[in-house]
């Protein structure tokens, strides 16, 4: 994946000629270069490159106190925010025939601003499964309790989802995953450093008893359930795996049949259970991670009816808070957005409204805009810029001196079958059945996830849909599907703001795009465990075990690099958990660059705003990083994400680049180099 942070920033760049009307050529040699008028001239290029690149933005563009973090995402996200509200408006007031996708858009808009409604209705719309879970008596009962929330998306002790068979991908499979935490991982329940201490003592002494407060529970009662679901979660976490443990592709997969599911979990009886999931019946399944069900088993038996019933109230709660009254949503609002995050402040509610809107069905409001913001001729450049990364593969994969023959031909077959997806769908999802009113906004969202979990598990017994996207074109983000061998680059993340596609030069498009985004996607099909899937997409060793090895003590320096980087008081980063995404950053620099040097522009090594081609090469990538976050962010990060923090996407990856030291006379004794035998290349 492209983006360093989550929850995925939607939206796109589609509004991103909106700021740039009077716009003219001129912009690219002139102090309004985006690439010029960043830079900060008090930070040597060789000391910290990207404080150099970004310097000036980052000084006179201070996070908002609505926000955990502040960059050229945001910058494109808010553009389109404003243009979604005026089709959002206009569809509230068109009136338009029930199931009409302007109807859908309309009265989803109207119910999440129908504040009026949303407190009169209370903590209502629960109401069904809130009762189920009092009646809870037995394990049959927390287990259908717990299936039932998981079909309208709250997650809990199931971690279930219909996806492609890691070893066969042509085909679907019902898989099994850890899940069940309420804190971002497992790390949260151990780490004894005062930050993480202080997010744990606040989760169980208020935020969890204010919740249960909240549903209704008094305070005594309150405060029992939360211990209770914590005792529960911190139990699952003892047999849940690390981050960098979730990367290993074998060690994640054990197909069983049912009878040998059974026979893992005696207490829970999976024919019954499926059903109640509403999935057709199977005969085998794949599960992740084997331990953590039979940590389930257990805790069946070792917890009372009386601590189910607070976990699973508790986490029906916490997954519709944003959805409910604002005491609800205020208070999630505190844990998550404050504690967690290091928000000031809530955005505004029509911005919240709009993003779950977009999370729901994105593909509606996405294909509104794309026809006007993203043209055919920009769709066409990056389609170019994707084979020029292809071609810059090839050759690099036939010059390797430490790969065979014998792998460097299955490794040219695999990356001749990459299948790129570019700007937006061909053939858009179908919402027809999905029933929106302007009734009630969590019954809205209930609705939708129940409709998006049926989407989900109807795949079972069907074939691939290759044209259908796991992102809407408005989404600042790209990614690479293993099980596909394809690259999806949403047009969002192909844009700059502020500037016309077609005036951006080569030098800035081949570092912000080819490198950053097309160059790290197609890498991710080679790094330490896309390189382990075929050129079909299926888990199979197709490697000499001489190059894996080789392959493997490149990647160990690389490991070794990150590890060395320490970003906030005594947190370093995981440079095994991100090992994945820094070879793709490397990688899609090097095959960026090799790229660039065939274009016109680098040829003609021409001057812009005092800057040669491969100097504003370098600058375009930092670019595409350009955005600083709060410390609680930074934090939350290293502890849960596989993408190192921003701006060592920069400054890591390119202390391992010869030009990047020719570009800008990096010289020994300077902050960014590294010693020659230090530098990593694996691509
Ligand atoms: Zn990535």
């Not at 973090?69 to 338009?96: C, F, M, P, Q, Y």
């Not at 990856?653 to 230090?678: H, N, R, S, T, V």
């Amino acid at each position: 994946m492209k983006a360093t942070l989550k929850p995925v920033i939607y939206i796109a760049a589609l509004a991103a000629f909106g700021l740039c009307a009077y716009q003219t050529k001129a912009i690219i040699d002139s102090p309004d270069d985006p690439i010029y008028k960043n830079i900060d001239p008090s930070v040597k290029p060789g000391e910290d490159f990207f404080s150099y690149a970004n310097g000036t933005w980052l000084k006179n563009n201070p996070i908002p106190p609505a926000y955990s973090s502040w960059g050229i995402g945001n910058v494109v996200t808010e553009e389109i925010r404003d243009r979604l509200k005026k089709v959002n408006e206009d569809a509230l007031k068109a009136n338009a025939a029930k199931g009409t996708s302007t109807q859908k858009i309309g009265d989803f808009y109207y119910s999440g601003l129908d504040t009026t409604g949303i407190e009169k209705a209370g903590i209502s719309p629960l109401q069904a499964q809130l009762s189920l879970i009092d009646k809870i008596q037995s394990a049959d009962d927390i287990l259908n309790a717990a299936a039932i929330l998981t079909t309208t998306g709250t997650r809990n002790i199931l971690g279930m989802r219909v996806g492609q068979d890691d070893k066969n991908s042509s085909k679907m499979m019902v898989q099994l995953g850890q899940t069940g935490l309420g804190l971002p991982n497992r790390d949260y329940y151990y780490k004894t450093d005062a930050r993480t201490t202080r997010i744990r003592t606040d989760y169980t002494d208020k935020y969890l008893p204010t919740m249960l407060k909240l549903s209704g529970w008094d305070e005594q009662k309150a405060i029992a359930g939360a211990k209770s679901t914590y005792t529960i979660e911190k139990f699952l976490a003892d047999s849940s795996r690390k981050l960098e443990d979730l990367r290993d592709p074998y060690h994640n997969y054990n197909k069983i049949t049912i009878a040998q599911l059974n026979k893992l979990t005696p207490d829970i009886n999976w024919t019954t259970l499926f059903k109640t999931l509403e999935l057709k019946p199977v005969d085998s399944v794949i599960v992740g991670q084997p331990e953590y069900y039979r940590a389930v088993n257990k805790a069946l038996k070792v917890f009372s009816a009386d601590d189910w019933k607070a976990y699973l109230r508790l986490k029906l709660i916490t997954s519709y808070a944003p959805y409910l009254s604002n005491a609800v949503a205020d208070e999630s609002f505190r844990f998550l957005g404050k504690v967690l995050r290091g928000q000031k402040e809530q955005l505004p509610r029509w911005k919240r409204v709009l993003d779950t809107e977009n999370g729901i069905m994105g593909e509606l409001l996405g294909q509104l805009f794309v026809k006007e913001y993203f043209p055919e001729k920009a769709k066409i450049r990056y389609m170019d810029e994707v084979e020029a990364i292809r071609q810059a593969y090839r050759e690099h994969i036939q010059k390797l001196d430490w790969m065979s023959a014998e792998t460097k031909q299955k490794a040219l077959i695999k990356l001749n079958a990459i299948h790129p997806k570019v700007g937006y769908p061909d053939q858009w999802k179908d919402f027809s059945t999905l029933n929106i009113s302007r009734e009630s906004y969590a019954g809205n969202v209930i609705q939708a996830r129940h409709w998006s979990y049926l989407v989900n598990i109807n795949k079972l017994g069907k074939p691939i849909n290759h044209q259908e996207w796991n992102m809407t074109p408005q989404t600042y983000n790209a990614n690479y599907s293993p099980s596909n061998n394809e690259i999806t680059l949403p047009a969002a993340q192909l844009l700059i703001p502020g500037i016309k596609d077609e005036d951006v030069d080569d030098a800035m498009a081949y570092g912000y795009v080819a490198a950053s985004v097309i160059g790290h996607e197609i890498t991710h099909g080679f790094d330490d465990e896309g390189r382990q899937y075929d050129a079909k997409g299926n888990l199979k060793t197709w490697w000499t075990p001489q190059d894996s090895v080789k392959f493997t003590q490149r990647a160990q320096m690389l490991v070794d690099q990150f590890n060395g980087y320490k970003v906030l008081d005594s947190l370093h980063v995981n440079g095994k958990a991100t090992l994945g995404e820094n070879i793709a950053d490397l990688g899609g620099i090097v095959l960026g660059i090799d790229a660039f040097k065939k274009t016109k522009q680098y040829k003609e090594g021409k001057k812009i705003n005092g800057f040669t081609p491969m100097q504003r090469f370098f600058l375009g990538y930092a670019l595409s990083w350009l955005s600083h976050q709060r410390d609680e962010v930074l934090a939350n990060q290293i502890l849960t994400d596989v993408h190192a923090p921003a701006f060592l996407r920069v400054n890591g990856p390119f202390a391992d680049i010869p030009e990047f030291y020719a570009a800008f006379g990096i010289k020994k004794g300077d902050k960014m180099w590294l010693d020659p035998d230090k530098r990593v290349r694996i691509w």
